[in-house]
């Protein structure tokens, strides 16, 4: 079986194809076109550029996917496409243009979540469940249950920012430019490597609460409050010192509050996804707390980490095994910028 899928909730344009044989996913091309150059001068994506430039992109990026996989549009079996959540602009692009293809190649198109996407992303190892996902993405940071590929419920989120935008925001306080993930994580990893200790404390929120819920937003906004009583040759060089304690301090909480939860819900696997899974620090630590509690320890390579069709072709596989899309189905479909897992 062949899947080609498509994702343009952000300001990533990409398509890709999977192939499935005996129950084994294997991405045969992953083509993302990134306008991260283009929303870097405006310190953040904006809805309406984004959308012209998937606009601009698709046929293209959809085009090269087909040709790096050596596939056909004929030989696919099934077409999938991200509907939400996302900016709803970035959405349309992608469905309208799915839709379409749905219409004129007569194939089944089905409808994927973005977020169990990034989970998915996962998927291509075996899955030891129980399960928990962490996910944590510029718009989202979740724990999500898994008792099964498809079955699965969210214990807990952030109540403010996600762990992406706290970095992002981070960011633009400390002049560093968009996005602001791996620029953070750069200057950090400069700090460890220099061996200096840092006397700068950062609050590590909702680490004791007695749920699975986070918070970000306090943190950055104490990150600001030390910036703004450094004057700007102190903010240039304590830079790094600076990432790495904020670093140190999301990574803190995030892995924290996932031990007490894989511990409370007996999971045998932890998955970390979305962007800031591609964060190193982050990996370790997670990784050392499911070494700590002797289960399984998986995140997607980091190709597959930000925002890319190949995860939604991955996904896709799993939710056919539970039902099959009809032929006409495309009429259903529609972009939902607020579809929550
Ligand atoms: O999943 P993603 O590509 O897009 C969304 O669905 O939001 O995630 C993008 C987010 C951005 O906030 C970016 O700064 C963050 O992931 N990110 C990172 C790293 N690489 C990307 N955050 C921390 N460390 C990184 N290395
Ligand atoms: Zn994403």
Known sequence: MKIFSIETSCDETSAAIVGVSRGKVEILSNVV???????????????????????????????????????????????????????????????????????????????????????????????????????????????????????????????????????????????????????????AEKFQESGLESDLELPRPMVTSPNFNFSFSGLKTAVLYKVNKMKPAEKKKRTPEICFEFQEAVVDVLSKKTAKAAKKFGAKTIMLAGGVAANKALRQRMGKVADDLEINFLTPPFSLCTDNAGMIAVASHFLLQKKKPQLNGWKKIKANPNWEL
């Open 33 to 187: 076109s990134s306008q991260i150059e283009i929303h870097k001068k405006y310190g953040g994506v904006v809805p309406e550029v984004a959308a012209r430039h998937h606009v601009k992109n698709i046929l293209p990026v959809i085009d090269e996917a087909f040709a790096k996989a050596k596939v056909k549009p004929a030989q696919i079996d099934f077409i999938s496409v991200t509907a939400g959540p996302g900016l709803i602009t970035s959405l349309m692009v992608g469905v309208e243009t799915a839709k379409t293809l749905s219409y004129v190649w007569r194939k089944p198109l089905l409808a994927v979540n973005h977020m169990y996407a990034h989970i998915a992303a996962n998927f291509i190892e075996p899955i030891k469940f129980p399960a928990l996902a962490l996910i944590v993405s510029g718009g989202h940071t979740e724990l999500i249950l898994l008792k099964s590929h498809q079955r699965f419920e969210k214990i807990g989120q952030t109540i403010d920012d996600a762990a992406g935008e706290a970095f992002d925001k981070v960011a633009k306080l400390l002049d560093l430019g968009y996005p602001g993930g791996p620029i953070v994580s750069a200057q």
